[in-house]
């Protein structure tokens, strides 16, 4: 850690964890629910479970994503934060903002758009948290110096908070409703997320690889610009079936097609770096989880997301457990694990210590990324029977999931594998540092070239 | 990446194409918007009913259990076509009367079956949803769902 006040980022990687620790259990939960459908079924129904474990996700990734973004960019721009008691009145209005609406959840206080749930004056906080943010590090970085990283981390974090504000517009006509909460849930995810996620990864490949910094800017621009070029006409895939023109079937599947290519260049890039490099960074886990990630958000995001894109596959797929598959893999691989990554690499410099429980943390890595495997299998397998059975037969419904049953069993065992797995990285991240680690000559000896 | 390919090249196409390709989205959910009002969905049935029940749709989280043309949670069916399943298209008042008794029903406490809550809407409540549901079920979705079964 070279600047003091990149400090900010430890409440917010605490914050994230601990809403991280939130999604799993009632994720758990709603996958008990599948099963054993009377558990909680009055005191705490499915939607509301759904809920919570859908938006303590979001809320958490985007808390990741300001701690990190106030961790690597001191680094970048080479000063220290523009002022960091902000940040910390930001982390308490954000963290008080997210509980808040999940104690509403619990009783019935929300405002009923999937993913937008929060009410309204929790929707106006979040934007004023974001303000409050982007007026920080934007004035950190003008003040410092620019780098390719520090630009597109700044132009997607923008275009979160900007994209975020059609969440206002809810108009009566549903189609208009769902082509505009698309503005916000698409563009976000298959959009300026993946800025955020990519110059993450870029800044992690420069600290790890040693990998020279002109070529992986090269990298980035290329990177963001496929995710950009393919992913915002890719909207398209959503606006197949929902009262929206029959001319987005082919935008919709040729480029969404394309979009699997900036998470094919992300491999690459990543692998590239890592072999190219050839500095032995003692971070194994940070760089494992790095490489990780981009693998995942290929095959989550990419392979997954290109499977029931085409609009005479996604006629049948669509809404059914294969989108459920997709889902889960493509945020875990794309999102959880950036953070985790970015984790990983930070905690050691941010408590002043050489890279400690190693080992765990790399179990933690197999555990979770394999139990979302199986998890993701079991959904698509799931899901291939539910598309015969309901869509090309004609079975109703319910009579369907209760052929499909052992497949949500099989979920319930991978998510409990991630939940062990999860309890691990804590404990490999949070949990006492050995003392052959806390020798402060090993963190300072691995200052990266540049 | 060859030397040709300079990082001042790659800046320049990531910003001019991402402007290109962000316009041309615009443009066409400009055009969207027009056709969903004039062709897409039936704007002159859109009652005053439909639009409480819409209400009622988000003030109970249904999104979150069910799908409605395929978006949503995938626990519970799908309910854009289900005014046709219940055969609203040719009998409303029937179609209208189920949907009153099912609602009034809930939860069916049957164990092993997944339990929809009670929502103790009011008769109002009950009619406007109907209406919500069956404005949904015009919705001109290029025939999905493959089946009537959602």
């Known amino acids: 850690m070279k600047y003091e006040s990149q400090k900010v980022a430890l409440p917010y990687f605490y914050g994230a964890l601990a809403l991280f620790g939130v999604q799993l259990l009632v994720g758990l939960l709603a996958g008990t629910v599948y099963v054993l459908p009377n558990v909680l079924s009055e005191l705490l129904p499915f939607n509301i479970l759904r809920m919570i474990h859908t938006n303590a996700l979001i809320v958490w990734l985007l808390m990741g994503f300001f701690g990190a973004a106030y961790y690597l960019i001191p680094e970048e721009a080479e000063r220290e934060l523009h002022s960091p008691k902000l940040a910390y009145i930001q982390f308490g209005l954000f963290m008080f903002g997210a509980l808040a609406a999940v104690v509403g959840y619990v009783f019935r206080i929300h405002e009923g758009r999937e993913f937008l749930e929060q009410p309204t004056w929790i929707k106006v906080a979040i934007v004023v948290v974001a303000l409050m943010f982007l007026y920080n590090i934007s004035m950190t970085v003008l003040k410092g110096r620019r780098t390719v990283i520090t630009n597109i981390l700044v ?35 298959e959009g300026v997320w993946e800025l955020v996620m990519a110059s993450i990864l870029a800044f992690l490949m420069i600290k790890m690889t040693g990998v020279d910094r002109e070529i992986v800017e090269k990298w980035l621009y290329a990177i963001v610009g496929l995710a950009l ?37 992300m491999v690459v890039f990543a692998v590239k770096m890592v072999l190219k490099g050839g500095r032995d960074h ?29 609009s005479w596959v996604n006629y049948y797929t669509h809404g059914t457990q294969v989108t459920a598959a997709h ?5 875990f691989g794309a999102y959880v694990m950036i953070n985790l990554a970015i984790f990983s690499y930070a905690m050691p410099h941010l408590r002043g210590v050489a890279p400690y429980h190693q080992t765990l943390n790399k179990a933690s890595f197999w555990l979770m990324t394999g ?28 009579t369907v999931q209760a052929e499909i049953a052992p497949f949500y069993w099989v979920r319930l065992a991978a998510g409990a594998a991630v939940f062990i797995g999860a309890a691990l990285y804590l404990y490999a991240l949070l949990g006492p540092v050995p003392a052959s680690r806390k020798t402060t000559g090993i963190g300072a000896a691995v200052q990266p070239a540049e | 990446m060859t030397e040709r390919f300079t990082k001042a090249a790659a800046r320049n196409i990531f910003y001019g194409g991402s402007l290109f390709f962000f316009a041309a989205f615009v443009s066409l959910t400009a055009a969207s918007h027009i056709y969903v009002v004039n062709t897409g969905t039936d704007s002159k049935g859109l009652t005053d009913s439909v639009a409480r029940g819409k209400h009622v749709w988000e003030k109970n989280s249904c999104i979150n259990c069910h799908t409605l043309l395929g978006e949503g949670a995938y626990f519970a069916p799908e309910l854009g076509n ?10 409303p008042e029937g ?56």
Request: glycine fraction near 12%.
């Open chain 1, 371 to 398: 139990g979302m495997t199986v998890m993701t299998f079991a959904l698509t397998f799931a899901g291939v029977v539910q598309v015969h059975l309901q869509r090309v037969m004609g079975m109703d419904y319910m």
């Open chain 1, 155 to 189: 132009m997607g974090l923008w275009g979160i908070a900007i994209f975020f504000l059609f969440s206002f517009y809810n108009p009566t006509n549903l189609a208009l409703d769902k082509m505009y909460w698309w503005y916000v849930v698409h563009l976000w995810v």
């Open chain 1, 229 to 265: 070029f393919s992913g915002l006409l890719g909207t398209g895939h959503h606006y197949y079936w929902i009262g929206t023109p029959g001319y987005w079937q082919w935008i919709g599947s040729l480029f969404s097609t394309l979009e699997v290519a900036p998470f094919f260049f």
């Open chain 2, 95 to 150: 179609a209208r009367a189920a949907l009153a008794g099912w609602m009034a029903a809930q939860p069916s406490g049957i164990e092993g079956r997944r339990q929809m809550p009670q929502f103790h809407l009011t008769e109002q409540e009950v009619n406007d949803l109907a209406a919500f549901l069956e404005w949904t079920s015009r919705i001109n979705t290029q025939n999905w769902p493959p089946k009537i079964s959602g």
């Open chain 2, 82 to 91: 289900v005014w046709i399943r219940y055969g609203g298209d040719k009998d």
């Open chain 1, 282 to 310: 003692p971070n194994k886990a940070a760089l494992l989880w790095s490489v990780g990630c981009a693998v995942t958000a290929f095959f989550g995001a990419g392979v997954w997301g290109f499977l029931h894109t085409l």
């Open chain 1, 327 to 331: 889902g889960h893999l493509a945020f």
